[in-house]
């Protein structure tokens, strides 16, 4: 089993639609959460942090269970700047280093 | 705009050849990593470093090999290239912080 598992995808929205990810992770130890975006041929950039609390920044929403082990990223009124691939990311092991998921492709259409 | 510069940003070479893949990042930040991504596939993490002198494999195996002798520098080579190293090679940096910085990656292919 993938440490980091998310939607396959690809999710193929109009603009002004609203979307959502889901992520879940299999060790429970794992300390931190992120979403990523990556552009096509392009490296990952961070989108935001996951708090235990849910935390939003402007059209986006992210949600962290812990216990069912699972995260959430909500993109509300779609841009078509959003096409890209979410990564979700958990910090663990014994190093506290990243553990990227497969990513979910998002391509918004107007 | 993070300061993490990769060269070259692409690379076709054949096999058996010693490349090496530069990484430099002007942040000053003690954390370094190397990541192998295949297209459409997740980011795994082949190196990492937490300072000069320190170095260590991460959770894919690799058959390359890592330096630190200056915080600003992150080179990674391959001694004999294969097909089977084919891929996208993407080195980070972080200071104190979880965000990590990427570089623009390089993008390598061995025929």
């Known amino acids: 089993r993938k440490e980091v598992e998310q939607d396959p995808g690809p999710f193929n929205v109009p603009e002004g639609a609203t979307v959502a990810f889901n992520c879940t992770y299999s060790?429970?130890?794992?300390?931190?959460f992120f979403w990523y975006r990556q552009d096509c041929r392009k490296e990952p950039k961070l989108l935001m942090s996951?708090?235990?609390s849910g935390n939003e920044d402007g059209r986006f929403t992210a949600q962290l269970n812990r216990a069912s082990q699972y995260i959430s990223l909500l993109i509300r009124d779609s841009k078509l700047s959003d096409s890209a691939t979410y990564l979700c990311?958990?910090?663990?092991?014994?190093?506290?280093?990243?553990?990227f998921g497969k990513g979910t492709k998002l391509s918004v259409k107007p | 705009e993070a300061d993490i510069y990769q060269t070259p940003r692409y690379l076709v070479i054949g096999t058996g050849k010693k490349i090496t893949l530069e990484c430099s990042q002007t942040?000053?930040?003690?954390?370094m990593y190397w990541y192998q991504q295949d297209p459409g596939m997740e980011l795994h993490l082949i190196h990492y470093?937490?300072?000069?002198?320190?170095?260590e494999k991460g959770d894919l195996s690799s058959e390359s090999t890592v330096s630190r002798i200056r915080t600003e520098h992150f080179p990674l080579t391959l001694e004999s290239a294969r097909p089977s190293h084919t891929s996208q090679y993407l080195c980070?940096?972080?200071?104190?912080?979880?965000?990590?910085?990427f570089g623009p990656g390089t993008r390598l292919t061995v025929t």
């Open positions: 942040m000053g930040h003690d954390k």
């Open positions: 980070a940096s972080r200071d104190s912080g979880y965000e990590q910085y």
């Open positions: 996951v708090y235990s």
């Open positions: 060790n429970s130890a794992s300390q931190s």
């Open positions: 990311v958990a910090r663990g092991g014994s190093q506290g280093n990243l553990i």
């Open positions: 470093s937490y300072g000069v002198n320190s170095t």
